[in-house]
């Protein structure tokens, strides 16, 4: 029987600077500015030398990792004709530039598939963020599908960089929230 592997845990020593280090951050149509507007202005206030966007496709897989923190990727299934991704490219890389329209920083688009956690996380090491902007996720009714589904969650137990989580919807004080 195999000894249970302890993956390296937060710690001081293994913070990576906010000063001179990019932000990686998360995507998805529909989405609207916001997410990006708020790294844009954390990332002037952390002197960040440039953010990272990027939209993770789950419909497919990552077959190779580059060092710049791009993929390349594949339908997980091989019998479908699938190049909806390009134009779901092109119009995210569309609405981050609108969004980033007056912004001085520099910014980057990455499409990367597979696991969201595990691909934001790949390209924040490529990259050596210092740290994700993720948006909340609207219309969750069960407390399994919020914390399972979502992605700040995934980030803040999976690696150690800070997540900044951005609402995107709020609820009423004398409503439900969506885990409730």
Known sequence: MSAHRVPPQPHPSRMTSFAGHPLVVSVVPGQGPLVAVTAANLGAATGA????????????????????GTVRHLAIDPDLADDAWRDRERSLTRDVAE???????????????GRVDRALTHLARAVDAAA????????????NDFFQGSVSVQL?????????????????WNDRAPWE
Do not use: I, N
Not at 49 to 68: G, I, K, Q, S
């Open 49 to 68: 030398p440039a953010l990272y966007f990027a939209y993770v496709d789950t419909d497919r897989y990552a077959e190779e990792e580059r060092p710049d």
């Open 99 to 113: 969004a980033m329209q007056g912004a001085q920083l520099p910014w980057h688009f990455r499409y990367l598939a």
């Open 132 to 143: 994700f902007v993720v948006g909340t996720h609207v219309g969750r009714h069960h407390v």
């Open 156 to 172: 803040a137990h999976r690696q150690h960089r800070p997540v900044l989580v951005v609402p995107l919807q709020v609820v009423d």
